[in-house]
């Protein structure tokens, strides 16, 4: 079946990095979009960034650009949200998700979802 499995969640102070990483299995990555999506407490999840199937076009929500960078290494399987200066309105969950066609924040839930990590910024 399909997984998609997040690492690099963890604690970090404002101002610093972290870098994550979403390793699918079970389905032919470089044919799927890739998007971020995040989760704080008491709040919705939000739409972070996504990158195309092909090409490698990217979108981000108006909050981190500048900050996030998406990327992906199709021979590996995997998709990178690296992340600058984070402040503590980062702190959520982060999820992955793939889907056939490309993500937004408008597009419909996506076909698949990883399990999320955590991540904590302190101010």
């Known amino acids: 079946q399909v997984q998609l499995v997040e690492s690099g969640g963890g604690l970090v102070q404002a101002g610093g990095s972290l870098g994550l990483s979403c390793t699918a299995s079970?389905?032919?990555?470089?044919?799927?979009?890739v998007g971020w999506f995040r989760q704080a407490p008491g709040k919705e999840r939000e739409f972070v960034a996504s990158i195309s199937a092909i090409g490698g076009a990217s979108i981000y929500v108006d909050s981190v650009k500048g900050r996030f960078t998406i990327s992906r290494d199709d021979a590996k399987n995997t998709a990178y949200l690296q992340m600058y200066n984070l402040e503590p309105a980062d702190t959520a969950v982060y999820y992955c998700?793939?889907?056939?066609?490309?993500?937004?924040?408008?597009?419909?839930?996506?076909?698949?979802w990883g399990q999320g990590t955590q991540v904590t910024v302190s101010s």
């Open positions: 998700a793939a889907n056939p066609s490309f993500l937004t924040a408008y597009t419909r839930p996506p076909a698949y």
């Open positions: 079970g389905l032919t990555f470089s044919i799927y979009a």
